[in-house]
């Protein structure tokens, strides 16, 4: 099954600020159609998942482009410039590209 | 779009618990859809996933106790879980196909 690594576990951030989230995957997620089935979900405290980002760049409908991804083959990022209060929470990388999907361990957004 | 589960309690170690996902403001048949468990505290687990023809992927960890299954007249999704351990208590999720909505999670606490 396909690991996904993401880094830091923790963030500590202040509003305003600009961070970043990593995402390594154990194998290449390009798949053979040519997409690449990377994405990006965040969980506030009490809430179920939402997509942020789907396909490693593309913003979901509804999303700030406050929100970017990055990435390609193992390597993803996911980038907030600027992060405001509604950002907190825990965010996922999954893919889809190999059967069976997996998630990353998650990261968790704080207030400094 | 709406997704509404049910079916979870506390249910004894060994013992049987069929969940449901009701599905509406979409064409539910032409989407695969997947169920997602999250133990108390801890990440996003993947469990299982059913295409729009039914085929079906499993995480190992459930593989031979649990069916994921779908009636598409009722616009349900199902997930039958067999054999149940202490491992298996979670908020369990459906979502869709993308992950781009989730529904509002059931508790299943497995213990004697």
């Known amino acids: 099954d396909v690991v996904l690594t993401q880094t830091p576990p923790t963030l500590s951030a202040t509003i305003g600020q600009s961070v970043s989230i990593s995402c390594r995957s154990s194998q290449s997620l390009l798949h053979s159609n040519g997409n690449t089935y990377l994405h990006w979900l965040l969980q506030r405290p009490g809430q179920s998942p939402q997509l942020l980002i789907y396909s490693v760049s593309r913003l979901e409908s509804g999303v700030p482009n406050r929100f970017s991804g990055s990435g390609s083959g193992t390597d993803f990022t996911l980038k907030i410039s600027g992060v405001e209060a509604e950002d907190l929470g825990v965010y996922y990388c999954v893919q889809g590209t190999h059967a069976p999907w997996t998630f990353g361990g998650g990261t968790k957004l704080e207030l400094k | 779009v709406q997704l509404v589960e049910s079916g979870g309690g506390l249910v004894q170690p060994g013992k049987s618990l069929k969940l449901s996902c009701s599905a509406s403001?979409?064409?539910?048949?032409?989407?695969?859809m997947h169920w997602i468990r999250q133990a108390p505290g801890k990440g996003l687990d993947w469990v299982a996933y059913?295409?729009?023809?039914?085929?079906?992927v499993y995480a190992d960890a459930v593989k031979g106790r649990f069916t994921i299954s779908r009636d598409n007249a009722k616009n349900t999704l199902y997930l039958q879980l067999n054999s149940l351990k202490s491992e298996d208590t979670a908020i369990y999720y459906c979502?869709?196909?993308?992950?781009?909505?989730w529904g509002q999670g059931v508790m299943v606490t497995v213990s004697s």
């Open positions: 979502a869709r196909k993308f992950f781009d909505y």
């Open positions: 403001g979409f064409t539910f048949s032409s989407y695969g």
């Open positions: 059913i295409s729009s023809s039914s085929g079906t």
